[in-house]
């Protein structure tokens, strides 16, 4: 089973708690449809983020033979056989389908952005991941996808500045990925990284972190119009936040968010401090 916990990458469907931001943003979250509909979305993502992987680690099953750690994976190691992972990835689209059909009520939008994320990922894959800031943008698009997935499924809008903040955020996300991986892992380790100085991904990684507070801060000015200024009280929670999760990317880290996040337990309780009061702010008066 935890073969097939890795081949899935299981730890990694924390990314897809965006697809449940819109309904909570929303002052939903006690509605019994509403929090039905976004954990359905939630499983949903999960399950075709899980076939982007499996692909991905078809394709790149060779040169993953002969990297240090990625050898280890259940498919180069030959754990899983090739034609069980293509299995495993068809029953994973297949069930997807069948969710949209029965459960969600054949909601043809939401289902599109599925399929939109998968042929973007898919592409990305066998030709886009080599080229300099497309790279990047399709990752960040990636979390874009997930937040107005989740829009779609409970029909509500989500505020422009949420919108440029978590695009903001994700390009850092993906620059400061890059980053380290040049530095830690070298212009081998991907093909792309040949082509990305490190001052220019320490430029463009700080400037998206800056405007990302800015962006944030922005939403927090709009939303104390409604809820009070208490809700100014997690522009300091996530400048900190920011800060702490810079430092670790600083030291001896390969950058990826979903390593750095549950591997350090001062980010965890921050973001359970900045959820906490999100709740307060948005519920509990």
Known sequence: MKKYIKLLRVKHYIKNILVLIPMVFANNLFELFQISQAAIGFVMFSLISSVVYIFNDIQDIEKDRQHPTKRHRPLASGEIKLK???II???LVVIVLVMDIIVVDYKLLPL???ILYLIINILYSKYLKNYPIIDVVILAFGYILRIYFGALLVDV????WLYLSMMSLSF???FGKRRNELLKRGMTYRQVLRYYPKEFLDKVMYMFLGITIVFYSLWCEAAA??????????VPIVIVTALKYTLIIEQDSDGDPVEVILSDKI????????ALLILYVLYGR
């Open 84 to 86: 069980n992972a293509q």
């Open 89 to 91: 990835g068809i029953i």
């Open 112 to 114: 599109s952005v599925l």
């Open 157 to 160: 809008e989500i505020s422009a």
């Open 172 to 174: 850092f996300l993906g």
């Open 225 to 234: 119009k409604i809820y009070g200024n208490i809700v100014l009280l997690s």
């Open 267 to 274: 980010l965890l309780c921050l973001g359970f401090v900045y």
